[in-house]
């Protein structure tokens, strides 16, 4: 079963339904602020930006915002629920450069290198989302100079070394707890 058939099931949806409401829990703006952890990001105004396993969109908003009117934020979630609860805020906020997607991360459907920087904030490490299978999706929608933010909530663990040993990408950075790789040019 791949994520975009998890994301429709009505017992995964009702038992993380909680997580969604802890997501948009002003307690956790007050410790994780958004917009500083997206500034490690390096966003720049005019970017078209993948974030993988937006959830309700703790990060969305705020990121579409960084990027302004003629940037794009591709939202991607797999789950119903939380896509649902999303496409109510990006309503809400008036934003116009926001598509939330309801799609698994490990085959996009996108174009490839058509994206600036992908996001991955606290999705990874997930079995659903193992990364020798999400990697190569995400350097193929990279546009050569695109960049890969990886925020990693609660540990680190040894996902910053397997990406950079991955052979995908390289020039590793840290900044606000975010580290930064750049696509790796000796892999097309």
């Given at each position: 079963m791949n994520a975009e058939e998890l994301g429709q099931s009505k017992l995964l949806n009702v038992v993380l339904k909680p997580a969604g409401w802890a997501m948009e829990s002003r307690l956790r703006g007050v410790?994780?602020?958004?917009?500083?952890?997206?500034?490690?990001?390096?966003?720049?105004p005019g970017d078209t930006v993948l974030e993988v396993g937006s959830g309700t969109g703790f990060f969305t908003l705020a990121?579409?915002?960084m990027i302004g009117d003629q940037g794009r934020l591709i939202a991607?979630?797999?789950l119903?629920?939380?896509?649902?609860?999303?496409?109510?805020?990006?309503?809400?906020?008036?934003?116009?450069?926001?598509?939330?997607?309801?799609?698994?991360?490990?085959?996009?459907?996108?174009e490839s290198a058509s994206v600036d920087n992908v996001l991955?904030?606290?999705v990874v490490p997930f079995?659903?989302?193992?990364?020798?299978r999400l990697l190569p999706e995400m350097h193929r929608i990279l546009k050569p100079d695109g960049v890969l933010s990886v925020w990693l909530f609660p540990v680190a663990g040894l996902v910053p070394s397997f990406i950079r040993q991955s052979g995908f990408f390289c020039d590793q950075q840290k900044r606000n707890g975010v580290y930064t790789y750049?696509?790796?040019?000796?892999?097309?």
């Open positions: 410790f994780q602020d958004p917009v500083k952890i997206l500034q490690g990001a390096g966003l720049r990121a579409a915002r991607m979630e797999p119903s629920s939380y896509v649902e609860r999303l496409n109510e805020k990006v309503r809400a906020s008036g934003l116009g450069n926001i598509d939330v997607l309801r799609r698994d991360a490990l085959d996009t459907g996108l991955l904030f606290g079995p659903s989302l193992p990364l020798n750049r696509r790796d040019p000796a892999n097309p």
